[in-house]
């Protein structure tokens, strides 16, 4: 490779004006042209690229062109994913249901779809294990258990994550770190304790990175949480994030039913039944609230 030479490849992170492009055979530090800024484009980790060799020396290239991205999230700042695998931990710290459906709504508006992973089955019961999967299976998402400390789950995970891009999502302190380490061998990331007095784990990781796994596997790990905004959206929209709503509103007395303060709806006699779980139900009711808050505000 010399300068002049063009190359293609993806970009895996990006540190201090510098997003770093593997291609295959050597990883460039580059910089974007100033034609992305005018054009309001910001490059993210998870996008191809191309770009041109300006030192061969010191592998430094420029970024020249960014293909067109399936998907983009500001939170991670993401491109390009296949699914998402949202990490919490079964116990220490116990599992946010309302930090999930955050988290979730945000992958359903991009259309990732995503697996639940509850790490440290170890440390909980298996009665807590089965209150979860009967508040999120019913939703559709998948569940999976496993311990990434004590190795278990790890081949399950591993199945799950081949041939795809996988952005690794949670809170704090859930492990992600310690299934990274467990995943692969060539980066080991830095692992924490969790805060005794808070209950939530110190951030470990500092910025989203891609990992290739394998030729067609990239893992994205990513900074901890400890909360998300809602996504910006009209509230009318906030139902079809909720999947198991959908078999439910041609039943509603009235077209366009919001499922909140309506008589005779499906949606809430389904909660009343045990169809749709309490717990989405009240974080629907939250997520409807605060989008209708955004909206006063906005007018």
């Known amino acids: 490779m010399k300068k002049g030479d063009t190359a293609s490849g993806r970009i895996i992170r990006g540190i201090g004006g510098f997003y770093y492009l593997d291609t ?3 990883v460039l530090a580059c910089r974007a042209r100033g034609i992305f800024r005018k054009r309001g484009i910001k490059p993210l980790v998870g996008d191809y690229a191309e770009a041109q060799v300006t030192d061969a020396a010191d592998l430094e290239a420029s970024i020249t062109e960014i293909r067109p ?3 983009a999230l500001i939170r991670p700042a993401v491109a390009n994913a296949d699914q998402a695998a949202v990490f919490f931990s079964l116990h220490d710290p116990e599992p946010d249901s309302l930090l999930l459906d955050r988290f979730l709504l945000w992958m359903e508006r991009q ?3 995503v697996t639940i992973c509850f790490n440290k089955e170890d440390l909980g019961t298996e009665e807590e294990l089965r209150r979860w999967e009967a508040i999120y299976r019913p939703a559709g998402y998948r569940i999976l258990a496993l311990s990434a400390a004590g190795g278990r789950g790890i081949d399950e995970m591993r199945s799950l994550l081949k041939g ?3 952005i690794l999502a949670g809170p704090s302190g859930a492990g992600k770190s310690t299934l990274t380490n467990a995943l692969q061998s060539g980066i080991v990331m830095e692992t924490g304790e969790i805060s005794r007095k808070l209950k939530r784990g110190r951030h470990t990781t500092r910025r989203a990175e891609l990992i290739r796994l394998d030729e067609d596997t990239w893992l994205c790990d990513t900074p901890g949480f400890t909360s998300l905004e809602t996504p910006a959206m009209v509230k009318e929209d ?3 994030c909720f999947p198991e709503f959908a078999a439910y509103p041609e039943r509603c007395r009235f077209q366009g039913c ?3 303060a309506e008589p005779d709806c499906a949606v809430k006699q389904a909660v ?5 779980s309490h717990e989405r139900y009240r974080n629907y009711r939250s997520f409807y609230q605060e989008l209708t808050d955004m909206e006063r505000r906005r007018y």
């Open 272 to 276: 009343e039944d045990g169809g749709i």
């Open 69 to 71: 991205r399936k998907n």
């Open 24 to 26: 295959g055979a050597e």
């Open 238 to 240: 906030l139902q079809a």
């Open 111 to 113: 259309g990732i779809p």
């Open 258 to 260: 919001a499922h909140m």
């Open 164 to 166: 795809r891009t996988t």
